[in-house]
């Protein structure tokens, strides 16, 4: 197995990293705020689904949302929009407000409801479908435990790779890199997990800077990265082989993480950086330089 970072052509590689997150959850500056654009490809987080339906009670609705991270979820709003009752992976069934899930865990979970017990039949509706990609695939390839987190990772094919992060019995993420990505990264509380897209498994805790300081900061390994903040959100702009990336990128409610050869840096949405440097047997913060 190789377990050293695929060098990128160019510049860095962006993947997004945040659990059950919108594809919108990042920006990006403007083309003309960037000038030409560095050849960095941009993963969307596409593994969650959502659609509302009416309930079976008057006047409310169901939220449905089918992720692969955390399983499916549904949940019984009101008519303000506040949430009464919800079933998820914890609890599947929910007798006293009529709510199920069948398949909570599935690739094809079913939401059911009624509004009353005893023999009333219940109303089933599919869960919105997620792409082919966003379920695991193949045989299991390897186990990796951290403390309370379990790491199974399935083989479908070379380069095919894609794992469940499980805590506690409850799963909380999935990773999945395409060939063009590299690798996909997912922080679990305190702990990034990182899968290549040859089925390494990498980990790390702590590496970060206690606040965010605008700024130049010197990585452990050769690259530098800038942070700056803009219409109030924290940005990143990361060398790569000692030249400047053209584009700087925007955390908007989730982390986002860079990588270029063998670094991995991540910034998160409270303006902190993180980061990894495969072979190093202890990973250090990125250091501040200068504004």
């Known amino acids: 197995m190789r377990t050293a970072l695929r060098a990128t052509t160019a510049a860095l590689v962006l993947l ?3 659990i059950a997150a919108p594809a919108t959850a990042f920006a990006a500056s403007s083309p003309a705020e960037q000038g030409s654009p560095a050849r960095t490809e941009v993963v969307a987080e596409n593994c969650v689904k959502t659609k509302t339906i009416p309930s079976v009670f008057a006047g409310m609705t169901v939220k449905l949302t089918n992720s692969a991270h955390t399983g499916a979820k549904a949940q019984l709003r009101d008519e303000k929009g506040k949430v009464v009752a919800a079933v998820d992976q914890s609890k599947p069934l929910d007798l006293s407000s009529g709510l199920r899930i069948d398949g909570v865990l599935s690739t094809a979970p079913v939401f059911k409801h009624r509004s009353q017990g005893g023999d009333t039949p219940w109303t089933a509706v599919a869960f919105p479908k997620l792409p082919k990609e966003c379920n695991t695939a193949g045989s299991l390839y390897s186990t990796t435990k951290y403390g309370s987190l379990t790491v ?5 094919g070379p380069q095919v790779f894609s794992s469940y992060i499980v805590e506690n019995g409850k799963r909380v993420g999935f990773l999945h890199p395409s060939p063009n990505a590299y690798r996909d990264v997912r922080k679990v509380g305190a702990r990034y997990i990182s899968l290549t897209v040859d089925g390494g498994i990498h980990s790390w805790t702590g590496a970060t800077t206690v606040s965010p300081k605008l700024g130049v900061y010197k990585l452990a390994a050769t690259e530098k990265v800038r942070l700056v903040k803009k219409a109030g959100l924290y940005g990143v702009q990361m ?10 990128y925007f955390a908007k409610g989730k982390s986002v993480i860079l990588q270029s050869d063998n670094t991995i840096v991540v910034l998160n949405a409270n303006g902190t950086l993180s980061n990894f440097v495969h072979g190093f047997a202890h990973q250090t913060a990125p250091v501040w330089k200068n504004a």
């Open 239 to 248: 060398t790569s082989r000692g030249a400047w990336s053209n584009w700087t």
């Open 16 to 18: 997004g990293a945040a």
């Open 152 to 156: 199974k990772t399935y083989k479908a």
